[in-house]
């Protein structure tokens, strides 16, 4: 049995269920911990954290310790931040990851200074290189890639940009142990009303959770017509995302905008709807793994960046396209 100190892992839990990014962030733990011979851990704070224990066990938890009962919810960042310390101080990890979520993203630097720990934010790969940790994060819009070396013996904190990791397959048959944690004192309230978490466009995944976004741009010219996309991206099964132009214009809320004052998203699929591709959009997106641009400009400087490219009026292509999608689904 490894004896090194174990690489904690803390998923979001919503309404009582785990977070769709739990697969990529154990996906991305599990890699770490087999390179550094740790064990790997999982701490689940809030309602739920019992029931969903099982499931971090499937994904790769050896132990999964739980806090539970008079918590604060993950939309007060100074009271979780306080629960999620007291947690590690009891479990003593070397390493902290969490996904790069709206929450993980005010908490982790929270949490790195009540550790004394170092923080690395939305890293796009980890690895182990001799007594270092190296890990990869984008910079400038994108533009540039850093590199941070972060030496192996000091404790660490890592938000991981979830898109970027390969999701866990979860065991058929997993346990081990499950350790409640108690509550440390004056976490329940830090004097502030958390702030609510609302899921923009019902039940579509955020844009940084989805496999597949379909964006639009000014071109789409209205609110309204917005609802060609929300039908592709309902028939695909993914999210809706908009330009800043789309936004500023009042088509779209700013929290789907994607961009350099937006969300930076990396999916699997991404198609861009009327979007020519200025600088600051190509800056979120530009990790897509594949991106089908659909544009009436043969000269958009979204071409260049896409997998594959359609000159036509998005008014008759996505309609058609989401009527021969819902006819392969059988719909």
Not at 97 to 115: I, S
Not at 141 to 148: K, N
């Amino acid at each position: 049995m490894s004896t090194a100190a174990p690489l904690l892992l803390i998923p979001e839990l919503r309404d009582g269920v785990l977070h769709p990014t739990t697969a990529r962030l154990f996906g991305a733990g599990t890699a770490l911990a087999e390179a550094r011979s740790a064990p790997l851990v999982a701490l689940l704070i809030g309602d739920g954290a019992e029931t969903q224990a099982p499931r971090a066990q499937a994904l790769g938890a050896g132990t999964v310790y739980t806090m539970s009962g008079d918590v604060p919810g993950p939309g007060s960042a100074q009271a979780w931040t306080r629960a999620c310390a007291s947690a590690v101080d009891a479990i003593a990890p070397s390493v902290v990851m969490m996904a790069a979520t709206a929450v993980a993203r005010d908490v982790a630097p929270r949490l790195a200074v009540r550790l004394g720990a170092s923080l690395a934010d939305a890293c796009q790969s980890v690895a182990v290189d001799g007594g270092h940790l190296l890990v990869r994060r984008s910079a400038y819009g994108g533009r540039a890639l850093v590199e941070q070396r972060l030496p192996a013996d000091a404790r660490i904190v890592l938000t991981i940009r979830p898109a970027s990791f390969e999701a866990r397959t979860p065991a058929t048959h997993a346990t081990g142990p499950v350790e409640a944690i108690p509550v440390p004192d004056g976490a329940a309230s830090d004097g502030v009303e958390p702030r609510g978490s609302e899921r923009v466009g019902g039940e579509r995944p955020d844009v940084t959770e989805a496999e597949i976004i379909v964006a639009g741009g000014r071109s789409l010219k209205s609110a309204e017509n917005f609802r060609l996309l929300e039908d592709l991206a309902d028939a695909l099964g993914g999210a809706v995302g908009a330009s800043r132009a789309a936004v500023d214009a009042g088509m779209q809320p700013h929290e789907r905008q994607i961009g350099l004052t937006g969300k930076t998203v990396a999916p699997r699929l991404y198609l861009a709807v009327g979007i020519d591709g200025a600088i600051q959009h190509l800056a979120g997106m530009r990790g897509s793994r594949v991106i089908v641009a659909v544009n009436t400009r043969r000269d958009a400087p979204i071409f260049e960046h896409a997998t594959y490219g359609c000159v036509h009026d998005l008014f008759e292509l996505v309609p058609c396209l989401t009527r021969e999608i819902r006819r392969a689904q059988g719909a």
